[in-house]
């Protein structure tokens, strides 16, 4: 079955470099879109970033350009996001998910926290 | 980042139907396909509802999608006491090249 699993949350202080990675098996990874998305504490979910299944294509969010960098390693089955100069507001669990049918997010990783305090 | 519009909360008794609406624009649903996501607190949101309409394998056909224009809605019917979670919806914007999810409704099963 389709599994996603993020690692590399932590606690980590303002203008700190933090990278995420989120493990996928269960499909033919190097066929689909993977996207990153995050809630922060008591929020709704918020869109982060979009990486096409090659890697040829990468999307952000706008408070995320030139911050942030969505990558993918198909011979590893793994998707990454890259974050830099972080900011009290990136505090969130961030969630990974595959692009299914129709740009809709079919499976989703359970998450890891990222806290962004000094 | 443009968001799409959800009511805060929405409420029924055990049984009954209740609906909720998704406003957008013309560059997110009025061009793009509308999806739905039920997310229980804690957990990770799941899909309930692709292609404006189209449930994935699973999902009980009490839940219904529909999309009109520029606005989006989903339908619970047979309100059941495990349906009272949180819902958004979302879409492509083809404006911001960017996924743009609902401010989210909250189902409360009275």
């Known amino acids: 079955q389709v599994q996603l699993v993020e690692s590399g949350g932590r606690v980590v202080q303002p203008g700190m470099s933090l990278g995420l990675s989120c493990a996928a098996s269960?499909?033919?990874?190097?066929?689909?879109?993977m996207h990153w998305v995050r809630q922060a504490p008591g929020k709704g979910l918020e869109w982060v970033a979009f990486i096409w299944y090659d890697g040829s294509k990468k999307y952000y969010v706008d408070s995320v350009k030139g911050r942030f960098i969505i990558a993918r390693d198909n011979s590893k089955n793994t998707v990454y996001l890259r974050m830099n100069s972080l900011r009290a507001e990136d505090t969130a669990v961030y969630f990974c998910?595959?692009?299914?049918?129709?740009?809709?997010?079919?499976?989703w990783g359970q998450g890891t926290l990222v806290t962004v305090s000094s | 980042q443009s968001v799409l519009t959800q009511p805060p909360s929405a409420s029924g008794t055990p049984g009954q139907r209740v609906t909720m609406s998704c406003s957008g624009s013309?560059?997110?649903?009025?061009?793009?396909?509308v999806n739905w996501y039920q997310q229980v607190p804690g957990a990770a949101p799941k899909l309930l509802i692709y292609?404006?309409?189209q449930r994935p394998s699973g999902i009980p056909d009490r839940f219904s999608g529909s999309k009109s224009g520029t606005s989006a809605s989903l339908a619970i019917s047979g309100l059941r006491s495990e349906d009272e979670t949180d819902y958004y919806c979302?879409?492509?914007?083809?404006?911001?090249?960017?996924?743009?999810f609902g401010t989210g409704t909250k189902v409360t099963v009275l």
């Open positions: 292609r404006n309409d």
């Open positions: 979302a879409a492509w914007d083809d404006s911001l090249s960017g996924y743009v």
């Open positions: 013309s560059s997110d649903i009025g061009s793009n396909y």
């Open positions: 998910a595959r692009d299914g049918r129709a740009a809709s997010l079919d499976y």
């Open positions: 269960g499909f033919t990874f190097g066929s689909y879109g």
